[in-house]
């Protein structure tokens, strides 16, 4: 079976351990540990046992009006300036169509979905090295690196940045966009930073830095949704599937100038998001008590993986606002993902798919602390008894 370039292959880790999918403990797909919330779940009950059940025996409405109006309330946007997608990878796809023939400035490392789709667009990528400007894209473009004519010329970001966890301040984006003809900026991740709902309480924002000082904190929000209407060239893109724990769903959004509708919608198929995707999304984003659990959870789980791998003799956490870490390991990070396989039945994400990174990182999704701990006491283990192995095929 071939090795996954995503996280969450469950199949393809039970098959390496020898055990049902069900008995992996998956740490390499960053999602919500803590979900999906039974919201969502009895508001697909519900769906589902209607006299009519019209989410599966209907066509969806094409133009998704009761999800996007629900979006609009949550991010304070005018419903015209919402487009729903199949997951982020869909509306990745067109972001990069609108690329094609352009130059795409794209910060290294990068997910691995970013130039498959700019790639197949026809557009072409130019790389920026974000390991040696510290995270910071400002460092790389300005004041001096940006000529002066942007026609022709695009740029896409990840905020918070995948797989490093860093974000990048809000205030160090908005110099860099009218630079650029065109600007995509994936807040995939942004859910899991305290302030970026309305209903997310103000201590909060306190308990999203680390007590060893590991992470800074921020101001409230980060997202750049309310400076898009005095920005129309950029386009900010969202999912809804990692917060919420719906990958099997599919179910994302992105916020622009509705121009680009007009022309998204002449490339997609139709019912690209499915009844009960949108059912549950809608359930989901009214479930204000899930989202404080959440964020309360959160920076304390964070803390724990972050002192837990500190901890470990020649391991190198780099800090992180996301509901991940990357590590820098002593030895092979594909040995180190066997073994755990093999003998505790861990899935862990390599790194094989950032080319920057290579064979010495791990990219650890946060859980619960029981389920942390456990990964924790399996890596001691490894290391105690370690043993060269060959790499997993």
Known sequence: MQRPRHGGHRAWAAAIAGCPAEAIVDFSAS?????????????????LAAPDPVAISCYPDPDYRELRACLAQRWSVDPEWIFVGNGAAELLTWAAREAQGLEVWLPRPAFGDYERALRAAGAVIKPLDWLSCSGSPTAALLPEGIPGNKRGRVLWLNNPHNP???????EAILPLLPHFEQVVVDEAFMDFL????????IDLCAA????SGSVAPLPRSQTLI????????????????????????RIGFAVGHPERWRRW???????????????????????ADFRQRTLMWLP??????????????????????????????????????????????????????????????????????????????????????????????
């Open 31 to 47: 999602l919500n540990p803590l979900g999906p919330p039974q919201s969502v779940v009895q508001a697909l009950v519900r769906a």
């Open 164 to 170: 490093t966890g860093q974000l990048i301040p809000r």
């Open 194 to 201: 305290p302030g970026d709902a309305p209903q997310d309480p």
């Open 208 to 211: 999203a830095a680390c007590p």
């Open 226 to 249: 309310p400076y898009l209407e005095a920005h129309p060239n950029t386009l900010v893109i969202r999912s809804l599937t990692k917060f919420f724990t719906l990958p099997g769903l």
């Open 265 to 287: 919608r002449q490339w997609r198929d139709p019912w690209s998001v499915n009844g009960l995707a949108a059912v549950a999304a809608a359930a989901a984003l009214a479930d």
């Open 300 to 393: 304390r789980a964070r803390e724990h993986l972050l002192r837990g791998l500190q901890a470990l003799p020649g391991w190198d956490p780099w800090p992180s606002q996301a509901n991940f870490v990357l590590v820098r390991c002593p030895l092979s990070a594909t040995q180190l993902q066997e073994q755990l396989l093999r003998q505790y039945r861990i899935l862990v994400r390599d790194c094989l798919s950032f080319p920057e990174l290579g064979d010495r990182y791990l990219r650890i999704g946060l859980r619960t602390l029981p389920e942390q701990e456990r990964l924790l006491s399996a890596c001691w283990e490894i290391l105690e008894n370690l043993s060269p192995i060959a790499p997993i095929d």
